[in-house]
């Protein structure tokens, strides 16, 4: 890579990024909305694990789409 290349490599990936956590942020409250109990309260006062290790596995899913989605495989 050279380094007249780098100023763009590092805007396009600064915009990647901004456009990937606003789908996982509208992703996050898609899922806080559907759920028909607070979310918030479920795992942080009543220690739901199942209910963290869910959002956990649909987090990481969905930053896996993003992640294919940039890269373009």
């Known amino acids: 890579?050279?380094?007249?290349?780098?100023g763009d490599?590092?805007?396009s990936s600064a915009?990647?990024?901004?456009?990937g956590?606003?789908?996982?942020?509208?992703?996050?409250w898609i899922m806080t909305k559907l759920a028909p109990f607070s979310v918030k309260k479920?795992?942080?006062e009543d220690q739901?694990?199942?209910l963290?290790?869910?959002?956990?596995?649909?987090i990481i899913g969905v930053s896996l789409i993003i992640s294919?989605?940039?890269s373009g495989s």
């Open 68 to 70: 294919s989605a940039i």
């Open 1 to 6: 890579m050279k380094i007249e290349n780098l």
């Open 52 to 58: 963290a290790v869910i959002m956990a596995g649909v």
């Open 42 to 44: 479920e795992i942080e």
């Open 48 to 50: 739901n694990v199942a």
């Open 21 to 28: 956590l606003a789908v996982f942020g509208i992703a996050f």
């Open 9 to 11: 490599a590092a805007v």
């Open 15 to 19: 915009v990647f990024a901004g456009i």
